[in-house]
C-alpha cells in the first residue's frame, strides 16, 4: 500500500452519533510528515468530529486511523502520544504553570533533572520564563494559549491536534499567535493537523487545507490552489470573497463553457465542475479579478454595469454593482495613482478573464460567509 | 446594598422596611441559639436569667454546668443539683465514633454514587438519584420505623452497625448532592486533555478529578457528620443503650432531670457547628479561587 509516508491515514471513516445520520461520510486523508494541514468548514461540518476520532476520543463508527501505518482504533488516547490543544485551552486550574508543562513527564517517569530541563525549555519557546509558579487562572487569554501549546508539544509528540485554539483571543492575539504556531511548526518540524472555520488562519498557517462540509471533504489541496482554484461552489463561497452569477451552459467548447446568465448576457467561463450543455451552473469570480473600463477587445466577457455603491477602505474601494441580474456583484478597486474614478449611479463596462471566471456546480444553499 | 440617589421616598421607605424585616427575620432565627450561651454559666439549677446574671453579678455566672458536663462532681454543690454521671461524656464519645464511621461511609459511597450519576449515559438516573435522596423527603420517623422494623429482622437493632448505618443512609443524600454539584461545574476536557498527555485513567482520576472535586466531598462529609452527631430519632429507635449518644444523653436531661448541663451541651454543639460551617464556607471559596471564578 502505498502511502508509508504519511503519518496518520484516514481510509474508509465514517462516524455517526445516533446510528441513523453519518457526521462524517467515508473520509479519507492523509497528514504526510512534517505538514501543516487545516481541516476548514463551518460549524456542524463534522470537523471537529475527525480530530476527536484521531485523538481517540470519539470512536470511529466505521473505517479505520493508521499512525504510523498502525491501526490505532482499539489504542486507547493515553497511549497514543499525540499532542493536543483544546479550544478552552484545559488547563489543570489547581496546578501551577511549571505543574502543567511537567504532568506528561511525570506520566512518563522522566527523571528530576530531564524534567525541569524541559520545562525551562518549553517556558523558553513560548517567552513565558518567569511564569512556571503562577496558576493558569493568574494568566492572561493568550499566555494560557502558549501554556497549552507548550504543554502539547513539551513530550515530543511526532503529531499535534489543534482545536479552534485561537478561537477565543481578540484579533491582534490571533495573528501574534497565529505566526508564533507557524514559526514552531517550522522549527520543531512536528506535524499540526489544526480544526477551524476562520479561513485568514488557515490561508496563513496550512501547507494544506482540507475543505469540510457535511461530512465531506470538499477540497483539499494548498491554500493558493483553494483560494484561486476552488473546485466547487461551495468552496469558492467558503474561501475568501465571491461573486457569483447563476445561469444555464449553453455551449461546450471542451476547456471553456459559454453560460448564459440574466438579462441574456452570454459569459465565457473555465470549465470546472458543470455538466453538458443545458445543465444549470454557477459562475465563480473573485472580486480582485475584475476590471472596471477595460480596454475594448482585450477581454472577452464586458458588460455593462450600473455602480450602485462606493465604499472607502484605504487601501482599496469597495464596490458594488449590478451586472447581469445580480445587484450584490462586489469589485475591489486598488486605491493606485491611476484608478477609475466612478462615483454611485455610473453606468460603466466591467470585464474579466475567462479562466478568472470558474463555472461551478450549483450550491444548494449557498452559506453567507462571515 | 446601598439606595440610587434616585431613589423615590417610597423607595427609601422600602429600603428601610426591607432592611428592618430582614434584621427582624435573623435575629429570630438566631436568638434561640444565643440566649442559650449565657444561660449555661448560670450559677443556679433553673433554665431562667436569675437577678445576679441580669446585673451581671460575677456570683450569678459559673462553670458548674460544664464541670457536670464533663462529669466532674468535685465542684460545690454539683451533686446536689445533678446526678453525678459520666454519661455526657460516654455520650460524647459514642457521638464522635458514630459520627466519624458513618461519615466515612457515606462520603466514600455517595461519592462514588454521584461520580456515577455525572455520567451522561446512566439510564434511570433520575430514579436514582430520587431514591438517594429520598431519606431527605421522608419524614424521619417513617424512614426510622421502617428502619426498625427491617433491622429488627437482620438483627442489627441495638448494634454499632445498625446506627451506623442507618446515619449512612441520612448521611448519603448531602454527599451525593455537594458532589454532584461540584461535577457540574467539572470541565470534562480537562480529563481529555489528561489523557491526551498520557494518563492512565486511574492517574488521572486521583491526580486532577480529585483535587478538583475535593471542596465539595469534604463540605458534603462535614454535612453528614452534622447530621449523624445531632441525630436523635434513629438513635431512639435503633439505637440499644451501648449507642447512647449525646442528643440522647441531652433527650433524657430534658425529661428526666432538667438542669443548665443540657444548655452548656447546647453551647458547645452550636460552637462545634460553626467551626464545621466556617470550614465549608472556606472551602467553597477556596474552590472558586482556585477555579479562577472570582479572583480576590
Known sequence: MPGDDYLVRFVNIQKSYDGETLVVKNLNLNVAKSEFLTILGPSGSGKTTCLMMLAGFEPATHGEIYLKDQPINRVPPHRRGIGMVFQNYALFPHLTVAENLAFPLDVRGMSKVEKARRVKRALDMVQLGGFGDRRPAQLSGGQQQRVAVARSLIFDPDLVLMDEPLGALDKNLREQMQYKIKSIHENLGVTVVYVTHDQSIALTLSDRIAVFDDGVIQQCAAPDVVYERPENAFVANFIGENNQLTGTVVEDNGDTVKVAVGNGNIVEAKKVKVEGVGSPSTLSLRPERVVVNPEPGSLPNVFPAKTEELIYLGDHIRTRFSICGNVDFIVKIPNSAFHAAISEGDEVNIGWKAEDCRALDVWPCPTPHS | MALPPYATPGQRIWHYLYLTVCTLVLFFL???????????????????????????????????????????????????????????????????????????????????????????????????????????????????????????????????????????????????????STLVGFDNTLMKAA??????????????????????????????????????????????PAQHTLPRQMWSGIREEISPTILAAATILVLLSIGLLTTIELLRRRNERLRGISPA
Open chain 2, 195 to 240: 489523557a491526551n498527555l498520557g494518563g492512565t485513567p486511574t492517574y488521572n482520576f486521583f491526580k486532577i478529578q480529585m483535587p478538583l472535586t475535593a471542596p465539595g466531598v469534604i463540605s458534603g462529609a462535614l454535612f453528614a457528620f452534622i447530621t449523624s452527631f445531632d441525630e436523635i430519632v434513629l438513635i431512639l429507635f435503633i439505637g440499644g
Open chain 2, 30 to 180: 438566631v436568638s434561640p441559639l444565643i440566649v442559650v450561651i449565657p444561660l449555661s454559666f448560670n450559677s443556679t439549677p433553673f433554665l431562667h436569667f436569675t437577678p445576679e446574671m441580669l446585673t451581671l453579678d460575677p456570683n450569678g455566672y459559673s462553670t458548674l454546668w460544664y464541670k457536670s458536663l464533663f462529669g466532674m462532681c468535685d465542684a460545690e454543690g454539683a451533686s446536689l443539683w445533678t446526678s453525678c454521671t459520666d454519661k455526657w461524656k460516654v455520650g460524647a464519645f459514642n457521638s464522635f465514633k458514630i459520627a466519624i464511621m458513618s461519615t466515612v461511609l457515606a462520603t466514600t459511597l455517595g461519592t462514588l454514587a454521584a461520580l456515577g450519576l455525572s455520567r451522561a449515559h446512566l439510564p434511570f438516573r433520575r430514579t436514582i438519584m430520587g431514591l438517594m435522596i429520598s431519606p431527605l423527603i421522608v419524614p424521619l420517623i417513617i424512614t426510622a420505623s421502617g428502619m426498625f422494623f427491617f433491622f429488627a429482622k437482620v438483627n442489627l437493632v441495638a448494634t454499632l452497625p445498625g446506627i451506623v448505618l442507618a446515619h449512612t443512609i441520612l448521611g448519603l443524600p448531602f454527599v451525593v448532592i455537594t458532589v454532584t
